[in-house]
């Protein structure tokens, strides 16, 4: 089992850049997808970004696309999500998930962190 700690979010304005932190614990995820997807007030969770086990793989909701980056280090068995240009609808809880079934879809990943809160003000 893994255990996932998200860390990083906050309350920036529109325009502003965050990185969000992912610390895995338990087992080493250097063989796992990784994932962050994201929840706003009465929406559904959404895909936004994931990273396969050898990173050469990436893939961002269109939304995120060009503003987000998603990387891995493995050493620190971490994972992070630059998030520049920051928009308001980009406010939401933030998870990190880990898994092995599929990159993009919330099915794919079987371990799930608590979340982080990020609020973009225009």
């Known amino acids: 089992q893994v255990q996932l700690v998200e860390s990083g979010g906050g309350l920036v304005q529109a325009g502003d850049s965050l990185r969000l932190s992912c610390a895995a614990s338990?087992?080493?995820?250097?063989?796992?997808?990784m994932g962050w997807f994201r929840q706003a007030p009465g929406k559904d969770r959404e895909f936004v970004a994931g990273?396969?086990?050898?990173?050469?793989?990436?893939s961002y909701a269109d939304s995120v696309k060009g503003r987000f980056t998603i990387s891995r280090d493995s050493a620190k068995n971490t994972v992070y999500l630059r998030m520049n240009s920051l928009k308001p609808e980009d406010t939401a809880v933030y998870f990190c998930?880990?898994?092995?079934?599929?990159?993009?879809?919330?099915?794919?990943?079987?371990?799930w962190g608590q979340g982080t809160q990020v609020t973009v003000s225009s």
């Open positions: 998930a880990a898994g092995q079934r599929g990159l993009t879809v919330q099915e794919g990943y079987d371990n």
């Open positions: 990273i396969g086990w050898s990173s050469f793989i990436t």
């Open positions: 338990g087992r080493t995820v250097s063989s796992l997808n």
